[in-house]
């Protein structure tokens, strides 16, 4: 008697539990099926390095496989509009990119701040030149977002609330490149690696402090591609690539759906 009441009792729990989580799913599948997503930013939210890349979007080079329309395809919104730019750099997006944004946008995710800091010129110095001079290069790029990138995010983001009122803001940030101690056996010293991942450290503390005074929620890729940097020998980035040197350092389609897909989505 003592169990038949224990097995009723624990099949009723197990059914109020599947059936909280069935309405839980099916509520939360109705509320992103009646957002409006616009997906804003540069390289890294565009898709370049991972291919696949839309003829019609020229050499913004907006990826299929990219996470906003990964998150698209996967969440069925009402509508999606996708205008990152491959080199966008803050004032891009102001100029550029908003058109889509309106009263009625509820979700927006962008990562912008990178190519402001010259990050290009940053690596294209540390791969040619000297350890000395690859450090200097990234200590200046330091500079530049203590003093100026502040303001340019500030710009940024308030030209997007203006637009989007009611919008939820996700700001996403960039990976470490390497992983020191790693398997490259040739390439950058194992101090200009070090140097490098610090200052794209440095990139995300200012942009998450930007984001968080804004109101916007920052979600940091740092976590979900640790183990997957250069050199770990699982890569989820480009090395430096001479045949396509654009691709260099950006995410594969690897990292856009395992690294910069679920840290979105955790933070939606």
């Known amino acids: 008697m003592r169990l038949s009441r224990f097995t009723a009792l624990s099949s009723s729990l197990l059914l109020g539990v599947v059936l909280a989580l069935t309405g839980a799913g099916a ?22 390095g991972a291919g696949s890349y839309d003829s019609a979007s020229g050499d913004c080079k907006r990826s299929t496989k990219a996470y906003p329309v990964l998150w698209e395809n996967a969440n069925a919104p009402s509508s999606f509009a996708f205008t990152a730019c491959s080199g966008a750099r803050t004032g891009d997006v102001t100029a550029n990119q908003l058109g889509p944004l309106s009263a009625a946008t509820d979700l927006v ?14 690596m294209t110095t540390c791969v040619l030149q000297s ?24 710009s940024v983001y308030t030209a997007i609330r203006n637009k989007a009122p ?8 960039y990976p470490r490149f390497y ?45 979900a591609f640790t183990g997957h940097e250069i050199c770990s020998g699982s890569a989820w ?13 950006h995410p594969t389609a690897a ?14």
């Open 27 to 48: 509520a939360q599948a109705a509320e992103t099926a009646a957002l409006d997503y616009v997906a804003l930013g540069d390289s890294y939210s565009s898709g370049v």
């Open 109 to 122: 995710s962008l990562t912008i701040g990178g190519n402001d800091a010259g990050f290009a010129d940053v």
């Open 131 to 154: 350890e000395a001079t690859c450090i200097s290069r990234v200590n200046q790029a330091k500079s530049y977002v203590d003093s100026t990138l502040p303001g340019k995010l500030d």
């Open 166 to 173: 009611s919008a939820r803001v996700v700001v996403l940030g």
């Open 179 to 223: 992983q020191l101690g790693g398997g490259c056996v040739a390439g950058l010293s194992e101090n200009e690696r070090r140097a490098i991942n610090g200052a794209s450290d440095y990139l995300n503390a200012a942009v998450a402090k930007r984001a968080a005074d804004h109101g916007y929620t920052f979600a940091g890729v740092v976590p």
């Open 237 to 249: 980035l480009h090395s430096v690539n001479w045949l396509n040197i654009g691709e260099s350092y």
């Open 255 to 268: 990292g856009q759906s395992g690294g910069y897909l679920p840290s979105f989505r955790n933070a939606v």
